[in-house]
Nanobody, 124 residues
Framework: QVQLVESGGGLVQTGGPLRLSCAAS????????MGWFRQAPGKEREFVAH????????YYAASVKGRFTISRDNAKNTVYLQMNSLKPEDTAVYYC?????????????????WGQGTQVTVSS
């Protein structure tokens, strides 16, 4: 069983940075694939970024590639999402998610564990 708790959300101006954190409980965090998703009001939850535990590969949604960076610190049981050059359309609740092994990294159905979410608001 893994519990996930996000933090770091807030209000930021267009073009600014923000770093989200996701703290995980559980001894086997280092062997979990981790992802970030987001959900804007009235929209479906969408994939943002993924970090594979096996090999350390990363994958990003086209809308954030080059601006966002996912990373993890297994010693701290934490995964991060560094967000730069933020835009108003990045405004959403951001969720981290995890699973032992994810095949389709962009699908919400692939992930077993979810955090409660943290709000990110980008003002224009």
């Amino acid at each position: 069983q893994v519990q996930l708790v996000e933090s770091g959300g807030g209000l930021v101006q267009t073009g600014g940075p923000l770093r989200l954190s996701c703290a995980a409980s559980g001894r086997t965090f280092s062997r979990y694939d981790m992802g970030w998703f987001r959900q804007a009001p009235g929209k479906e939850r969408e994939f943002v970024a993924h970090f594979s535990w096996n090999g350390g590969s990363t994958y990003y949604a086209a809308s954030v590639k080059g601006r966002f960076t996912i990373s993890r610190d297994n010693a701290k049981n934490t995964v991060y999402l560094q967000m730069n050059s933020l835009k108003p359309e990045d405004t959403a609740v951001y969720y981290c998610a995890g699973r032992r092994t994810v095949v389709v990294v962009t699908s919400t159905r692939e992930y077993d564990y979810w955090g409660q979410g943290t709000q990110v608001t980008v003002s224009s």
